[in-house]
């Protein structure tokens, strides 16, 4: 089935405690694509993840997962939570954390000699494919922050997965962590459709296909350029504006994200202070002939 859509989507919505959170979403996403999911907090993003997992069921309308229902896909899936803490206590290895991807329910853990071979070599190829292969052995606690990320990343795909689903695989990196899990998720992108829930706007570079705004219900964007529109969807502001360039900058966005120039911990309000004084005196200042800050 090799036209068949990654996600079908059809008028789904979903409910805790009788207050919908998703209403009227609809999603038609094919083979191959990249897509960023993004949404304020609360819009329902990792709702969205669940409801293709299969964990939880909608309310109404329809969805199917590789042209089946959610849940019935078999290790067809892999999938990265957004909280992967790991102990310093918990003695588990680099390789076996990575086995553990190869667990299903109703699987009897007895393994023959050959079976135990096969799933090492499962393991150690998507550690490879991770650039983590030399680190097999060692403590899982041990791993920097992005190592680990890396590891739980090989743990989703050591199954060979046609989708991977990612909920925010970059939240718990450095700067130059999160580079190098994109550049990595771009090229297993050659492989397999990716969906990734992200607040961060700098996930959405050359590697992503697609955009969806999610809060409440779903925008689809079939480019990759942060428009004014899709940065007032994303962030849920009430209107669109200005270009997202000065919207990242100064405006009202989510703190995750940036914080308001009147934070203490930014520039207390020093610089936009001082440019209102500018502009009332006429100096200038700060800027040269062609107006441009200097």
């Known amino acids: 089935m090799l036209n068949t859509p990654a996600i079908e989507i059809s008028d789904l919505w979903f409910a805790y405690d009788g207050v919908r959170v998703l209403d009227q979403v609809s999603l038609h996403l094919d083979a191959g694509d990249f897509l960023a999911v993004l949404g304020p907090n609360g819009g329902g993003k990792s709702t969205l993840l669940r409801l293709m997992l299969g964990l939880v069921k909608p309310g109404g309308g329809e969805i199917r997962v590789l042209g089946l229902p959610p849940g019935q896909t078999g290790g067809r899936i892999g999938f990265l939570p ?50 983590l292969a030399e680190h097999a052995g060692r403590r899982l606690s041990d791993l920097s922050g992005g190592q680990r990320q890396r590891v739980f990343i090989a743990r989703a795909i050591v199954s060979g997965p046609e989708l991977l689903l990612l909920d925010e695989p970059t939240a718990s990196v450095d700067g130059r962590s999160r580079q190098e899990l ?96 500018d502009a009332a005196d006429g100096s200038g200042a700060g800027t040269d002939k062609g107006g441009r800050a200097s």
Not at 186 to 213: F, P, Q, Y
């Open 82 to 131: 957004q909280f992967t803490q790991v102990s310093a206590n918990f003695p588990i290895t680099v390789l076996g954390a990575v086995l553990l991807g190869l667990v299903r329910p109703g699987i009897t853990w007895f393994r023959t000699r050959a079976e135990r071979r096969r799933e090492r070599e499962a393991a150690l190829m998507a550690l490879s494919r991770v650039g």
């Open 182 to 277: 994109m550049a990595l998720l771009a090229e297993l992108n050659r492989d397999m459709t990716i969906v990734m829930v992200s607040h961060d706007m700098s996930t959405v570079d050359g590697c992503v296909k697609s955009i969806a705004c999610v809060n409440r219900t779903l925008h689809h964007h079939a480019d990759s350029r942060l428009t004014p529109l899709i940065f007032a969807q994303a962030t849920g502001a009430d209107s669109i504006a200005g270009c997202p360039v000065e919207l990242l900058a100064h405006g009202a966005v989510p703190h995750r994200v940036v914080l308001d120039h009147d934070n203490p911990d930014c520039c207390g309000g020093r610089h936009a202070h001082a440019a209102k004084a």
